[in-house]
């Protein structure tokens, strides 16, 4: 059964930039069948898709965040990394890595996902 496990700072000052890795294990991280997403929850909204990538290394942005996010991988270290640059208190929520078994951005189609991580932005 795959696992996912969300690392990085829980701290972030205004204007930097966040970065958020995502370790998976327990299951392959190069398919067709797997794509690899980051979500996350704003305080007091609902979950929302920030983007992901897909078997071939190609990324989908959410165009709300696209000029200000990065999403990578490592193969060699079944990791994948999110990067939202400029960030602010509004960026502060929970944020997640999950899997999904193609292209999507809903997260209602995601069927694995880690424990999330708290973000907070502040001064």
């Known amino acids: 059964q795959v696992q996912l496990v969300e690392s990085g700072p829980g701290f972030v000052r205004p204007s930097q930039t966040l970065s958020l890795t995502c370790t998976v294990s327990?299951?392959?991280?190069?398919?067709?069948?797997?794509?690899w997403g980051w979500l996350r929850q704003p305080v007091g909204e609902d979950e929302e898709w920030i983007g992901g990538?897909?078997?071939?290394?190609?990324?989908d942005i959410s165009p709300p965040l696209r000029s200000r996010t990065t999403i990578s991988r490592d193969t060699s270290k079944n990791q994948i990394f999110l990067h939202l640059k400029s960030v602010t208190p509004q960026d502060t929520g929970i944020y997640y890595c999950?899997?999904?078994?193609?292209?999507?951005?809903?997260?209602?189609?995601?069927?694995?996902w880690g424990q999330g991580i708290q973000v907070t932005v502040s001064s």
């Open positions: 327990g299951g392959p991280f190069i398919g067709v069948s797997n794509y």
């Open positions: 999950a899997r999904a078994p193609a292209i999507r951005t809903v997260p209602e189609a995601y069927d694995a």
């Open positions: 990538i897909s078997f071939d290394g190609s990324t």
